[in-house]
C-alpha cells in the first residue's frame, strides 16, 4: 500500500511564503513523477505544479509562475512546494500526489494554506 502525506499547510500573510513537503511511501513503491495540486472551497481542483522523478523537468500552472517553485529528493521520495509572494487567492487545500510508473496517481490527504489579506 502506497501512503502519500503532506505537511506544511499553515497561515500566512499576502506577500509571505510558506514551504509544503510530501513524501510517498509504501514497499517497492518508486515516483515516477510527484506533484501539487489545489481545490478552494466552491471551486473544482487544479493543477499546480509536476516533477519527474528522471531528469527533474517541471511543469507549472499560469496562476503560480515565477511565484512556486517545485523540487525533490530523489532517494527519500519526497517532494516540495516552496511558494513565494502568495496572494489571497492561492487560499486552499493543497494536495500532493505520486504517480507510479504504472499510470496509477495515488493522492495525499490535503494540507490547508491560507492566506489574508
Known amino acids: 500500500q502506497v501512503q502519500v502525506v503532506e505537511s506544511g499547510g499553515g497561515l500566512v500573510q499576502a506577500g509571505g511564503s510558506l514551504r509544503l513537503s510530501c513524501t510517498a511511501s509504501?514497499?517497492?513503491?518508486?515516483?515516477?513523477?510527484m506533484g501539487w495540486f489545489r481545490q478552494a472551497p466552491g471551486k473544482e481542483r487544479e493543477f499546480v505544479a509536476l516533477?519527474?522523478?528522471?531528469?527533474?523537468?517541471?511543469n507549472y500552472a499560469d496562476s503560480v509562475k515565477g511565484r512556486f517553485t517545485i523540487s525533490r529528493h530523489r532517494t527519500q521520495n519526497t517532494v516540495y512546494l516552496q511558494m513565494n509572494n502568495l496572494k489571497p487567492e492561492d487560499t486552499a487545500v493543497y494536495y500532493c500526489?505520486?504517480?507510479?510508473?504504472?499510470?496509477?496517481?495515488?493522492w495525499g490527504q490535503g494540507t490547508q494554506v491560507t492566506v489574508s489579506s
Open positions: 500526489t505520486a504517480d507510479h510508473h504504472t499510470g496509477t496517481r495515488y
Open positions: 509504501g514497499r517497492t513503491f518508486t515516483s515516477y513523477a
Open positions: 516533477i519527474r522523478w528522471s531528469g527533474g523537468t517541471t
